[in-house]
């Protein structure tokens, strides 16, 4: 093949192919049909999200309470550490203290006031609490070991307030 043929052929070949793009194709439905397509009714959504689901078959049941009440156990024994951590002047260890266990358990906290009967009492001792970390790690970071004696005082009557509450 010579390279006249090659260009024609490849000519030929090339606008075939890009004029068929502009042929219209012929439908494949009948006129006057429509898909089969369900639409969801609005109210059918709506009465299934009001009815109340069957909480007998469902896997999780809420948080343990015995768990909870294992982990603001422990909490409050790394929380009565603090004081004796402070006396030595090991501040990053009082920190460690604060965003590890008593970070968890400002977790478990908020999952029991989500729980809790009594809500607004429950938000307002977590609150103090919250507060009481807070000002644990302020005086820590000033390095006041006295700061932060008192200040795990405090919270450690603010977490017995809190377990009153919610238990």
């Given at each position: 093949m010579d390279r006249n043929q090659f260009l024609t052929a490849s000519l030929?070949?090339?606008?075939?192919?890009?004029?068929?793009?502009?042929?219209?194709?012929?439908?494949?439905?009948?006129?006057?049909?429509?898909?089969?397509?369900?639409?969801?009714?609005?109210?059918?959504?709506?009465i299934e999200k009001n009815t109340s689901a069957d909480t007998s078959k469902s896997i999780y049941k809420g948080a343990d309470t015995e768990v909870q009440i294992k982990r603001i156990s422990e909490a409050a024994m790394r929380l009565n550490e603090i004081p004796a951590i402070a006396k030595e002047k090991k501040w990053s260890q009082v920190q460690g203290i604060l965003t590890g266990p008593l970070g968890t358990l400002l977790q478990t906290m908020n999952g029991l006031v989500k729980d809790s009967s009594n809500s607004e009492a429950a938000k307002k001792a977590m609150g103090k609490f919250k507060a009481d970390i807070l000002l644990?790690?302020?005086?820590?970071?000033?390095?006041?070991?006295?700061?932060?004696?008192k200040a795990c005082e405090e919270a450690q009557k603010d977490l017995?307030?809190?377990?009153?509450?919610?238990?």
């Open positions: 030929t070949t090339v606008s075939a192919g890009f004029i068929s793009n502009f042929v219209p194709l012929p439908a494949n439905a009948a006129y006057g049909t429509s898909s089969n397509i369900a639409l969801p009714s609005y109210i059918e959504f709506l644990i790690g302020q005086e820590a970071s000033k390095k006041s070991e006295g700061g932060v004696v017995e307030a809190f377990a009153k509450v919610v238990f």
